[in-house]
């Protein structure tokens, strides 16, 4: 393209050059297999994607190709007009959906718009992946299926992967936990740690200081930031990762403590949610008074491999049960259990004639009693006992707080949990919140006389009817 070509595309800005701080440094990371770019608003992430695809050594090898994804085609509009500005003075040009460059080097463009994008890269080899907005992929599974096609056979050119996303999107839980961008995560910001898969990740931060081109040129943004209602100014004002935006629970740093002694004849209720091909989930709850303790978990999840099932049998599930509470010294006076687990199995030849669950384990010695699977009652009793801070789990309970508290409300029931996501958790927790409701004192010092029991207004929730007031708030804190 000629000077004078360029200069008309590219205006008064004809070059750029990345701000001192966070975009530098994520120009300068060499060697870090996935960076994550975030935190709040404005800090010049999209700016600094749009450079990183240009470092050596990658661009200049005629063999370089680099894939760029956002969510949706307007999305990936607004980020091609502005590359093209930057583009333009490296011989770089757009063809259709692609910017090719005149030393060989080709970006492709695409979109996630729906499951089915996500397998369209399969296969392809891009030795750098650019994921604009990652936070708004809802489940790290579907990132995995882009970030194998993350590879290089080029000599001298390694892998790459960034991503960019601010707090409270719909992958927030799953961002928060792969690069430990949470407080108590034991990663520290900026710092290459090791990743379950061996490779380098990091997290690096970013906030509107960090960008003092947008400080200049639009302070209003800045108060705009400033006035946002929380949590949505923690998160997109601060990059605040431990902020719960659109999750069905108003979670608290109270509902998590640290692991205490449990006393010998302590009540506790074991709970189990089946899964095989999905993760299946126990837990061991202690009945302390008006609180339901979760003390210890078992989940069949694959390491690393978030809502992928272990694909254990029940006699195994059973056995690795036993040995748990052998090795704790748990002795649960109840054993609740979703009621299908007493269904019987399709045999050999198909017929429901093999053993249920119930039946295999009770072979191994433990009895499973029936819970109440009732998705909007259960739904309440759980909602409440966060909100009342009468559920508690020792923060060793790692999985419990991974998914849990990330869990995204269903918008179009507004009573229930978005089951699509990581829920076998939940579900299993349920179990002792259901068989040892909230008692009616306990709420009422919370929500006050308002919150006393209207049966007409509510009659299915009986007892404890009178929560809209408190999923009206839940909803509020939205
Ligand atoms: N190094 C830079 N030089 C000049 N302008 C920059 C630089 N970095 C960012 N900007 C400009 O600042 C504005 C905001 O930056 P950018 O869009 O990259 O931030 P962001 O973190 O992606 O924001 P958001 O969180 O809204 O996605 C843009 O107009 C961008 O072009
Ligand atoms: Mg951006």
Not at 300 to 322: F, H, K, M, N, Y
Not at 372 to 380: A, G, M, V, Y
């Amino acid at each position: 393209m000629r000077a004078d070509a360029i200069k008309r595309l590219v205006g008064d800005r004809p070059y750029w050059a990345p701000h001192p701080g966070p975009q530098t440094k994520v120009l300068a990371v060499g060697n870090v297999f996935e960076i994550l770019y975030g935190g709040a608003r404005g800090g010049g992430k999209t700016d600094a994607g749009i450079a990183w695809l240009l470092k050596a050594p990658h661009f200049g090898n005629p063999r370089y190709r680099a894939l760029v994804l956002r969510q949706s085609y307007k999305d990936l509009r607004d980020w091609i007009d502005r590359a093209s500005r930057i583009y333009a003075w490296y011989g770089g040009r757009r063809i259709g959906e692609e910017f090719r460059f005149q030393n060989g080097a080709v970006f492709s463009l695409g979109y996630l718009k729906d499951r089915k994008s996500f397998e369209k890269y399969q296969g392809h080899e891009y030795q750098k992946v650019l994921i604009e907005e990652a936070g708004q992929i809802p489940d790290e599974k579907m990132y995995l299926m882009l970030l194998g096609s993350c590879r290089s056979t080029v000599e001298g050119l390694a892998p790459r992967i960034l991503l960019t996303a601010n707090p409270g999107g719909a992958g927030h839980g799953w961002l928060k936990a792969r690069f430990g961008c949470g407080k108590g995560s034991g990663h520290e910001p900026g710092r290459a740690f090791r990743g379950e898969d061996g490779e380098l990740r990091m997290y690096i931060p970013a906030t509107v200081e960090d960008n003092p081109t947008l400080l200049k040129t639009d302070p209003r943004y800045v108060a705009y930031l400033n006035a946002l209602p929380e949590p949505l100014r923690s998160a997109w004002r601060n990059g605040d990762w431990d902020v719960y935006m659109g999750q069905a629970f108003s979670w608290s740093g109270e509902n998590i403590i640290t692991p205490q002694p449990v006393p010998e004849d302590a009540r506790i209720i074991m709970a189990y949610d089946w899964g095989f091909g999905k993760p299946f989930s126990v837990g061991w709850w202690w009945v302390a008074g008006d609180c339901l303790i979760r003390i210890d978990e078992l989940y069949g999840c694959v390491p690393g491999q978030a809502d992928t099932g272990l694909r254990l049998s029940d006699v195994e599930v059973a056995r690795r049960i036993i040995e748990r509470e052998q090795e704790m010294g748990w002795k649960p006076y109840r054993r609740l259990c979703d009621p299908t687990c007493f269904n019987k199995k399709p045999d050999m030849i198909g017929g429901g004639q093999g053993d249920s669950t119930a039946t295999v384990f009770l072979r191994a010695g433990l009895t499973l009693s029936p819970g109440d699977p009732s998705r909007k009652l259960k739904f309440r009793q759980f909602a409440m006992r966060v909100e009342t801070k009468t559920l508690k789990v020792f923060s060793t309970c790692k999985e419990f707080i991974r998914t849990v508290p990330n869990l995204p409300m269903n918008e179009h029931t507004w009573d229930d949990v978005d089951t699509t996501a990581e829920d076998h958790i939940y579900d299993e927790a349920c179990h002792p919140c259901m068989e040892v409701p909230l008692p009616a004192a306990v709420l009422e010092a919370q929500f006050g006389r308002e919150a006393k029991p209207a049966a007409e207004a509510e009659p299915e929730t009986g007892a404890y009817a009178n929560l809209g007031d408190l999923l009206k708030r839940t909803r509020r804190r939205k």
